[in-house]
């Protein structure tokens, strides 16, 4: 039986963001979620966005800025510490690295990124970057973490994506996220459809929330209003956690 998935990742805490991409998923009658991973950090609203991916995402797997948090390894996140609390805190670092499974008679490889690479790589990075992630037989790879959407066949290992971010979506500065339709836990093969999805979203009502947010302590607010409003990545060298 076909299924349609709804991949979504870096939510970032930008609420307005997710609450357009939970809608346009529900238009169109899907009802499985995934979630690659970073669902708080460096925006406003993380824990909205953390409850909203426990809610309603039935796969969580663990990113970047959700290891960092969840395991206090960065002294300048004491805000994102207070916002969420204890009970998420203690969630927050026990998701899984990776998600595999059949789809359509392929074998997809589903993480976030970072840390499982040990830095980001957009799909056109180098053939020797990207194929150890398809050993030792997988035929689809689908990871976040740069925030920029792409798709591309990698030589004869297989066919990779990224999903793009919802929250933080750099490139088009509008909410991104995939749909994967084909045969769930199915071995034989049979029709897989890929679809990168934007969604516009109230960036300004985003911007107001990072704003306020960054008179509370939230570190880095202007670069972050910079990211959300322009799509161009605003962060240099030296700042905490690049993506």
């Known amino acids: 039986m076909m299924t349609e998935i709804a991949l979504v990742a870096d939510l970032h805490g930008n609420w307005p963001a997710t609450q357009a991409v939970d809608q346009d998923i529900r238009s169109r009658g ?16 993380s824990p909205q966005t953390f ?7 039935s796969v969580i797997l663990l990113g970047n800025w959700d290891e960092g948090i969840g395991r206090k390894q960065y002294p300048k996140d004491e805000f994102y510490y ?17 998600y595999t499974c059949w789809i359509s008679g392929r074998k997809v490889r589903l993480f976030h990124g970072r840390p499982t690479m040990p830095e980001p790589y ?7 970057d990207l ?8 035929d689809v790879v689908g990871y ?9 066949v990698l030589g004869f290992k297989g066919l990779l994506f990224n999903t793009g971010s919802v929250g933080n979506g750099l490139g088009v ?23 990168l999805i934007t969604v516009p979203y109230d960036r300004d009502q985003a911007v107001r929330d990072t704003i306020e947010a960054g008179k509370r302590g939230l570190v880095n607010a202007d ?21």
Not at 82 to 98: A, I, N, V
């Open 122 to 128: 957009y799909v056109h990075a180098d053939y020797d």
């Open 144 to 152: 976040a973490d740069v925030h920029r959407q792409g798709m591309r």
């Open 223 to 243: 670069l972050f209003c910079q990211e959300i409003q322009t799509g161009v990545y605003a962060r240099g060298k030296g700042v905490r956690s690049a993506m």
């Open 173 to 195: 500065a509008m909410a991104q996220y995939v749909i994967l339709r084909g045969e769930i836990d199915g071995r034989e093969k049979a029709p897989l459809d890929i679809s």
């Open 30 to 45: 899907i009802k499985t979620i995934w979630c690659l991973g970073d669902i708080v950090g460096k925006g406003p609203s």
């Open 82 to 98: 207070e916002q969420l609390g204890e009970e998420r805190m203690k969630l927050l670092p026990t998701f899984p690295l990776e």
């Open 51 to 57: 409850d909203w991916a426990v809610k309603n995402c």
């Open 131 to 138: 194929a150890p992630y398809f050993v030792p037989d997988y």
